[in-house]
């Protein structure tokens, strides 16, 4: 006669739904924070971008003022032409792509 049993198998199921979910919290991974270089690095960027626009031909570019928030470099300050306005960004677009920083946020404002 032949044996009709169902194969065994290893399978652990979960017990409750609280050590599911208590599993799933241990599996998370904390965001790891920069380390001093990486922040030396953003700040050492950041001052060349702010030399830069003190550098520039335009007057009105150097009163924009360079910040950082994280990896985004944050251009701040009031220009008189949207001209000027894309210069300043391109001015530090390059600094950007080679670096920590990840991305420019152009809060310059236009003067009416």
Do not use: W
């Not at 990896?71 to 950007?96: E, H, I, N, W």
Request: charged content about 20%.
């Amino acid at each position: 006669m032949m044996d009709l049993k169902p194969p065994t198998a290893s399978f652990s199921t979960p017990q409750s739904d609280a050590s599911v979910s208590q599993h799933r919290m241990l599996s998370v991974v904390p965001l790891a924070l920069p380390d001093h270089d990486t922040v030396e690095l953003a700040e050492r960027v950041i001052e060349a971008a702010r030399q830069r626009l003190q550098t520039s031909g335009y007057y009105a570019l150097r009163h924009v003022q360079c910040k950082r928030s994280g990896t985004t470099l944050v251009l701040c300050g009031r220009v008189p032409s949207f001209y000027q306005k894309q210069l300043a960004q391109s001015l530090v677009m390059d600094l950007v792509k080679a670096t920590v920083i990840e991305r420019i946020d152009n809060q310059v404002q236009v003067a009416e």
